[in-house]
């Protein structure tokens, strides 16, 4: 009898940022990955939230998570976020990463089941090669042109 291998443990990714951020990265990442639903956690710490109130829902947040494998994403390190994000992840095997961005938890999704350090790196990787200057080409006229259908190609 053929045994299926074991699926590949999946590190969870928990995004605590300023709302509405966190949810909204998270509304991003479950559009392009719906599948990862139960893999990607998201707490939206409001303005006025005390941070012992912050770090129970964070904590409550985690009850059901294994002590190992969490990829922690805040927006900005200093700032409660980030202050309570330390908090958890000091308690279990965890990393964190602040300054996350879209491509930066595209990539942490994307290889969710490497190793907790190479999730980190390549969720580096994706944040910081995902920000650039984009050149925008000055607009051109186009002049209206009258082909001989004989003559014209599609070039794709």
């Known amino acids: 009898m053929w045994a299926c291998p074991p699926k590949p443990m999946s590190n969870t990714i928990f995004i605590i940022a300023h709302a509405p951020l966190a949810n909204a990265l998270r509304d991003c990442a479950m559009h ?26 964070a904590n409550l947040a985690l009850q059901n998570v294994p002590q190992d494998g969490l990829l922690v994403l805040t927006d900005i390190f200093g700032a409660t976020p980030a202050n309570v994000a330390q908090k958890v ?34 969720a580096l990787a994706g944040g910081t090669q995902g920000v ?25």
């Open 32 to 57: 392009v990955y719906p599948e990862c639903a139960h893999e990607v956690i998201a707490l939206d710490v409001l303005p006025d939230m005390q941070p012992e109130e912050t770090l129970r829902l």
């Open 89 to 122: 992840v000091g308690s279990r095997r965890a990393k964190l990463i602040a300054g996350a961005n879209v491509p930066m938890l595209f990539r942490a999704v994307s290889y969710r089941h490497e190793s907790l350090d190479d999730l980190v790196a390549r």
């Open 132 to 156: 650039m200057q984009v050149a925008i080409a000055a607009p051109q006229i186009q002049t209206s042109r009258s082909y001989d259908h004989k003559n014209y190609h599609h070039q794709q």
